[in-house]
T-cell receptor, first 114, second 115 residues
Framework: KQEVTQIPAALSVPEGENLVLNCSFTDSAIYNLQWFRQDPGKGLTSLLLIQSSQREQTSGRLNASLDKSSGRSTLYIAASQPGDSATYLCAVKTRIGGSEKLVFGKGTKLTVNP | NAGVMQNPRHLVRRRGQEARLRCSPMKGHSHVYWYRQLPEEGLKFMVYLQKENIIDESGMPKERFSAEFPKEGPSILRIQQVVRGDSAAYFC?????????????FGPGTRLLVL
């Protein structure tokens, strides 16, 4: 059974700090891994998607890495800003019961203090 | 191209009533997923539908919950005889497959509160 764990559950940092969010998954047979941002009361915004054959993806101040064999991914946020405050969700796409599904972690709630 | 639309955005029901949640996929998308997010939890897969077909409903409770995606109109997630434990955010995603890669696009969610 695929399980996704995100550590830490919550993180509070001062503005300007570089930070790393962690995601681990139990079954390495994944199609891809995706990082989402969720603002309070809002939907999900896709940040980065890493295919299983890739090692990392970058977008602006964000960099996500994937080590499929060890079942780990990290999301690196450079020079954090108060506007980065949100919950960050990690999800892996895997085949369960005959169809492809996204399996989500519980998220890391990030607060960036001005 | 409008994104995935869900309505209502907020829904309040009393125990025992029915809740109907609607999802309009992005134009050209024929696959719809429903997820549920309980407070302080991640999203959990409920059901995967294509037009007029339920492909995978393994994540949906066996009783009181049903879903459909008709040939015309939005996908509907229906919860009968709601209980307080049904209070959650329900997200819909539609998807398209390009070059063998499927990408899901999420709607803003419907927040259901059962009193």
């Amino acid at each position: 059974k695929q399980e996704v764990t995100q550590i830490p559950a919550a993180l509070s940092v001062p503005e300007g700090e570089n930070l790393v969010l962690n995601c681990s998954f139990t079954d390495s047979a994944i199609y891809n891994l995706q990082w989402f941002r969720q603002d309070p009361g809002k939907g999900l915004t896709s940040l980065l998607l890493i295919q299983s054959s890739q090692r990392e993806q970058t977008s602006g101040r964000l960099n996500a890495s994937l080590d499929k064999s060890s079942g780990r991914s990290t999301l690196y946020i450079a020079a954090s800003q108060p506007g980065d405050s949100a919950t960050y969700l990690c999800a892996v796409k895997t085949r369960i019961g005959g169809s492809e599904k996204l399996v989500f972690g519980k998220g890391t709630k990030l607060t960036v203090n001005p | 191209n409008a994104g995935v639309m869900q309505n209502p955005r907020h829904l309040v029901r009393r125990r025992g009533q029915e809740a109907r949640l609607r999802c309009s996929p992005m134009k050209g998308h024929s696959h719809v997923y429903w997820y549920r997010q309980l407070p302080e939890e991640g999203l959990k897969f409920m059901v995967y539908l294509q037009k007029e077909n339920i492909i995978d409903e393994s994540g949906m409770p066996k009783e009181r919950f049903s879903a459909e995606f008709p040939k015309e109109g939005p996908s509907i997630l229906r919860i009968q005889q709601v209980v307080r434990g049904d209070s959650a955010a329900y997200f819909c995603a539609s998807s398209v497959r390009t070059g063998g890669i499927e990408t899901q696009y999420f709607g803003p969610g419907t927040r259901l509160l059962v009193l």
